[in-house]
């Protein structure tokens, strides 16, 4: 039966029409539509498609237009979006696969519409920079480069469509490959999540979706968690079995009301190594209850495993019961009987990707029943509050940017300070320990054997009346009965709640929980190598002098946490001062001043980061430039870009490296790296920071007199710290700094 558009649709449908129809002839070719996970975009997007390409239509018609489909993500979740055009269209326009069309034929036809996936078409040969045949392969009749040259050649415009636009439309490699290769005439983005520098040029709005009963009323966290069967149980057991029993009251609930849904509940694993202690427990778990891939009511979709029990996973009748997961099966996977989601958090806090939730927000038949409980989505989760962010989409499209030292550019040679590393910035247990255990036995008054320090501790108080709890049980709070609505899922970004559920600690959630005390006084020392020689050396030493054993002292650690983190706060303070003075030592060896500094020649960054820009100006051959710049130095690039007495610019990057241009400011060594190198087609070479009126005005202050100390004993260097008042771009380059605020007069226009 042939889907008819809800009015909000229809209304999308229409404001997408006429965007494309204005943006084809404009500069900005660019079409965002923004629109809630659920509500059909596919769909809508199909009806967009096929008006334009209809005869009738005289908008479209004389305009010869071809149209190519992206789908995001890894998996085969393009056949997915062709099966769904297919039949959205009933025959008309033609929809192929890129797979099938490659080497068959030298152009796109009119209104055809090819499929493909991102990821197979998107590899570039390092060496010669030009883009594989990734799916047309060499010696076939025609790469996909070569279709695409020559469908424009014969004046047919090329619309590219994109789905899950966030995942992978802005990164850099897609931009290039859009740019360079597929040089669409339009482009239309769309995700419930668009990345974005400025507003949609159309969204729909969510309680819409809600209304036109596309989507769950609302998704619930933790739903009675006051339970009596879970309360002895540990927090992993306990939403392990809330999920369980949640799918059994559903299934039952939509076959006494002879609906012919079969509802699915998810576990997504961690990505980290506990994700596959995690796979044995709920597989075992699952066992127990009848479930299994031997039945067909168990499906496992894994990188390292991969099992499908029923190919129509996604039938509201499938057999599967469970699907567990990772990531691979998220974006644009859509299984609308998903009603039930269970994640175990990895780390002390746990975040969402939106994608994710949305697996859980649709309706299995596109409609509302008359009980609620099957109009709602279910989250079980060991946590007492959850972060939801946008999916950031990370394998294979991350690749290494690289610039060159532009032909003709001359390079520069200045005086450059760098201190190689003296340590790793870590606590260490040789220097650690002794402290610590001193701090602990004179915090107490501990000089006695185990059950008299037992005692003493057992009856200390603090000045503020402060006692000590000697036996507390391994219980945490998580959240319980929350509440969030479906149109809402979009745009959430915390999640939290006052009802909290008292529950036995999982081994889990006891190590996060320790690891989250002892994190918190690092001051500034790195937690990865920190961490253990902290819990070690704190459990070790209350050992020694109690001779508890270690669930006891875990106990002791998380019910005494304030007193536990004023010792350690201390220890740590103490063990700074000494590790300075062994780091001031080594200091004066590790020390490089590089008098022939030079910036490098050749330099690699990461696009996750970073970005190529188009300008003129700049040192390399192209300006790989933060994606995420502060407002100053964004408008200082602007200048430096129209500047006509700028020969050339380079952006200094921020790292601690030899390769960075570097500025020794304290005997300590620590190191300043102004922003920019600036050469002026005088000769002069300019060295800037920029800065935000008012920001951290001592530490400026710092940075701002070295730089002109530098200055001063170097012939034809210039330069300052940049801010900018009303949009004016100023400079100051005095030897005693004044912010702005205070001394407007030292500072002069750029």
Same mark, same amino acid.
């Given at each position: 039966?042939?889907?008819?558009?809800?009015?909000?649709?229809?209304?999308?449908?229409?404001?997408?029409?006429?965007?494309?129809?204005?943006?084809?002839?404009?500069?900005?070719?660019?079409?965002?539509?923004?629109?809630?996970?659920?509500?059909?975009?596919?769909?809508?997007?199909?009806?967009?498609?096929?008006?334009?390409?209809?005869?009738?239509?005289?908008?479209?018609?004389?305009?010869?237009?071809?149209?190519?489909?992206?789908?995001?993500?890894?998996?085969?979740? +393009?056949?997915?979006?062709?099966?769904?055009?297919?039949?959205?269209?009933?025959?008309?326009?033609?929809?192929?696969?890129?797979?099938?069309?490659?080497?068959?034929?030298?152009?796109?036809?009119?209104?055809?519409?090819?499929?493909?996936?991102?990821?197979?078409?998107?590899?570039?040969?390092?060496?010669?920079?030009?883009?594989?045949?990734?799916?047309?392969?060499?010696?076939?009749?025609?790469?996909?480069?070569?279709?695409?040259?020559?469908?424009?050649?014969?004046?047919?415009?090329?619309?590219?469509?994109?789905?899950?636009?966030?995942?992978?439309?802005?990164?850099?490699?897609?931009?290039?490959?859009?740019?360079?290769?597929?040089?669409?005439?339009?482009?239309?983005?769309?995700?419930?999540?668009?990345?974005?520098?400025?507003?949609?040029?159309?969204?729909?709005?969510?309680?819409?979706?809600?209304?036109?009963?596309?989507?769950?009323?609302?998704?619930?966290?933790?739903?009675?968690?006051?339970?009596?069967?879970?309360?002895?149980?540990?927090?992993?057991?306990?939403?392990?079995?809330?999920?369980?029993?949640?799918?059994?009251?559903?299934?039952?609930?939509?076959?006494?009301?002879?609906?012919?849904?079969?509802?699915?509940?998810?576990?997504?694993?961690?990505?980290?190594?506990?994700?596959?202690?995690?796979?044995?427990?709920?597989?075992?778990?699952?066992?127990?209850?009848?479930?299994?891939?031997?039945?067909?009511?168990?499906?496992?979709?894994?990188?390292?495993?991969?099992?499908?029990?029923?190919?129509?996973?996604?039938?509201?009748?499938?057999?599967?019961?469970?699907?567990?997961?990772?990531?691979?099966?998220?974006?644009?996977?859509?299984?609308?009987?998903?009603?039930?989601?269970?994640?175990?958090?990895?780390?002390?806090?746990?975040?969402?990707?939106?994608?994710?939730?949305?697996?859980?927000?649709?309706?299995?038949?596109?409609?509302?029943?008359?009980?609620?409980?099957?109009?709602?989505?279910?989250?079980?989760?060991?946590?007492?509050?959850?972060?939801?962010?946008?999916?950031?989409?990370?394998?294979?499209?991350?690749?290494?940017?690289?610039?060159?030292?532009?032909?003709?550019?001359?390079?520069?040679?200045?005086?450059?300070?760098?201190?190689?590393?003296?340590?790793?910035?870590?606590?260490?247990?040789?220097?650690?320990?002794?402290?610590? +255990?001193?701090?602990?036995?004179?915090?107490?008054?501990?000089?006695?054997? +185990?059950?008299?320090?037992?005692?003493?501790?057992?009856?200390?108080?603090?000045?503020?009346?402060?006692?000590?709890?000697?036996?507390?049980?391994?219980?945490?709070?998580?959240?319980?009965?929350?509440?969030?609505?479906?149109?809402?899922?979009?745009?959430?970004?915390?999640?939290?709640?006052?009802?909290?559920?008292?529950?036995?600690?999982?081994?889990?959630?006891?190590?996060?929980?320790?690891?989250?005390?002892?994190?918190?006084?690092?001051?500034?020392?790195?937690?990865?190598?920190?961490?253990?020689?902290?819990?070690?050396?704190?459990?070790?030493?209350?050992?020694?002098?109690?001779?508890?054993?270690?669930?006891?002292?875990?106990?002791?650690?998380?019910?005494?946490?304030?007193?536990?983190?004023?010792?350690?706060?201390?220890?740590?303070?103490?063990?700074?001062?000494?590790?300075?003075?062994?780091?001031? +030592?080594?200091?004066?060896?590790?020390?490089?001043?590089?008098?022939?500094?030079?910036?490098?020649?050749?330099?690699?960054?990461?696009?996750?980061?970073?970005?190529?820009?188009?300008?003129?100006?700049?040192?390399?051959?192209?300006?790989?430039?933060?994606?995420?710049?502060?407002?100053?130095?964004?408008?200082?690039?602007?200048?430096?870009?129209?500047?006509?007495?700028?020969?050339?610019?380079?952006?200094?990057?921020?790292?601690?490296?030899?390769?960075?241009?570097?500025?020794?400011?304290?005997?300590?060594?620590?190191?300043?790296?102004?922003?920019?190198?600036?050469?002026?087609?005088?000769?002069?070479?300019?060295?800037?920071?920029?800065?935000?009126?008012?920001?951290?005005?001592?530490?400026?202050?710092?940075?701002?007199?070295?730089?002109?100390?530098?200055?001063?004993?170097?012939?034809?260097?210039?330069?300052?710290?940049?801010?900018?008042?009303?949009?004016?771009?100023?400079?100051?380059?005095?030897?005693?700094?004044?912010?702005?605020?205070?001394?407007?007069?030292?500072?002069?226009?750029?």
């Amino acid at each position: 039966m042939a889907r008819t558009l809800k009015q909000f649709q229809e209304n999308a449908v229409q404001a997408i029409l006429a965007g494309a129809k204005y943006k084809l002839t404009s500069q900005n070719k660019v079409f965002v539509f923004k629109s809630p996970t659920g509500s059909g975009k596919t769909f809508m997007m199909s009806q967009v498609v096929a008006r334009m390409a209809d005869s009738a239509n005289v908008d479209f018609n004389s305009m010869d237009l071809c149209f190519l489909w992206v789908s995001i993500g890894k998996g085969d979740l +393009e056949k997915q979006s062709a099966k769904s055009l297919q039949e959205a269209f009933d025959g008309s326009p033609q929809v192929t696969m890129l797979e099938a069309f490659a080497g068959s034929k030298d152009i796109i036809e009119k209104n055809e519409v090819i499929v493909f996936n991102w990821e197979k078409i998107r590899t570039r040969d390092r060496e010669t920079g030009e883009w594989k045949n990734v799916v047309m392969k060499d010696g076939e009749r025609s790469s996909f480069v070569d279709v695409l040259n020559e469908t424009r050649e014969m004046g047919r415009k090329i619309v590219l469509i994109i789905d899950e636009s966030h995942s992978a439309a802005r990164t850099e490699r897609a931009r290039e490959m859009i740019d360079e290769v597929i040089k669409p005439n339009l482009i239309i983005e769309m995700s419930a999540t668009p990345i974005l520098a400025e507003q949609p040029d159309y969204t729909v709005n969510p309680q819409d979706v809600i209304d036109e009963e596309l989507i769950k009323k609302d998704i619930v966290i933790n739903e009675d968690f006051t339970n009596e069967d879970a309360s002895e149980l540990d927090t992993e057991q306990a939403v392990l079995l809330a999920s369980w029993n949640k799918l059994t009251e559903l299934e039952g609930l939509f076959k006494k009301k002879k609906i012919g849904v079969k509802p699915l509940l998810l576990i997504q694993l961690p990505n980290s190594e506990a994700g596959e202690a995690k796979k044995d427990v709920a597989v075992e778990f699952l066992q127990e209850q009848g479930i299994s891939q031997e039945n067909g009511n168990l499906a496992i979709w894994l990188s390292e495993e991969k099992f499908l029990a029923d190919k129509d996973l996604v039938k509201n009748d499938s057999p599967v019961r469970v699907l567990i997961f990772k990531q691979a099966i998220d974006t644009g996977w859509d299984c609308p009987r998903a009603h039930i989601l269970l994640k175990w958090r990895e780390s002390a806090s746990i975040t969402f990707e939106v994608q994710v939730l949305g697996r859980i927000l649709r309706m299995p038949e596109a409609k509302h029943y008359d009980d609620d409980v099957l109009n709602r989505g279910y989250v079980y989760t060991n946590t007492p509050n959850i972060n939801v962010k946008r999916e950031v989409y990370g394998p294979n499209i991350i690749k290494t940017l690289s610039g060159k030292k532009r032909d003709g550019v001359e390079n520069i040679t200045l005086r450059s300070y760098y201190r190689t590393r003296t340590t790793y910035n870590d606590i260490t247990a040789g220097l650690f320990s002794g402290i610590f +255990e001193n701090k602990f036995a004179k915090f107490f008054g501990l000089n006695g054997d +185990e059950s008299e320090n037992y005692k003493t501790i057992k009856g200390w108080k603090g000045a503020g009346g402060e006692k000590v709890e000697m036996d507390g049980n391994l219980r945490v709070d998580i959240m319980s009965d929350v509440v969030i609505s479906g149109g809402a899922i979009d745009e959430t970004a915390r999640i939290e709640d006052d009802s909290q559920t008292s529950l036995v600690m999982s081994e889990n959630d006891l190590r996060l929980k320790i690891e989250a005390i002892l994190g918190s006084e690092l001051a500034g020392y790195q937690a990865a190598r920190s961490i253990p020689v902290m819990k070690n050396t704190v459990i070790g030493i209350i050992k020694k002098y109690l001779g508890k054993n270690i669930v006891w002292i875990d106990a002791f650690i998380i019910y005494n946490e304030a007193i536990v983190k004023s010792i350690l706060r201390d220890a740590v303070a103490d063990f700074k001062k000494k590790k300075d003075k062994v780091d001031a +030592e080594k200091l004066k060896e590790l020390e490089v001043w590089d008098d022939a500094w030079q910036i490098p020649e050749e330099k690699s960054y990461n696009d996750k980061v970073f970005a190529v820009e188009r300008v003129e100006n700049y040192f390399y051959d192209k300006a790989i430039l933060e994606v995420e710049k502060s407002d100053p130095e964004k408008k200082f690039v602007d200048l430096l870009k129209q500047n006509k007495k700028v020969l050339w610019w380079w952006k200094n990057g921020d790292e601690h490296m030899q390769e960075n241009f570097g500025i020794k400011i304290d005997e300590k060594g620590k190191t300043f790296q102004p922003d920019f190198i600036v050469k002026y087609t005088d000769g002069t070479i300019g060295i800037y920071d920029t800065k935000p009126i008012g920001d951290r005005v001592d530490d400026t202050k710092v940075k701002a007199e070295a730089l002109q100390n530098y200055i001063k004993e170097h012939k034809k260097v210039v330069g300052g710290i940049v801010i900018f008042e009303n949009g004016v771009a100023k400079v100051n380059s005095k030897e005693v700094y004044r912010d702005f605020r205070e001394g407007a007069e030292d500072w002069s226009d750029f």
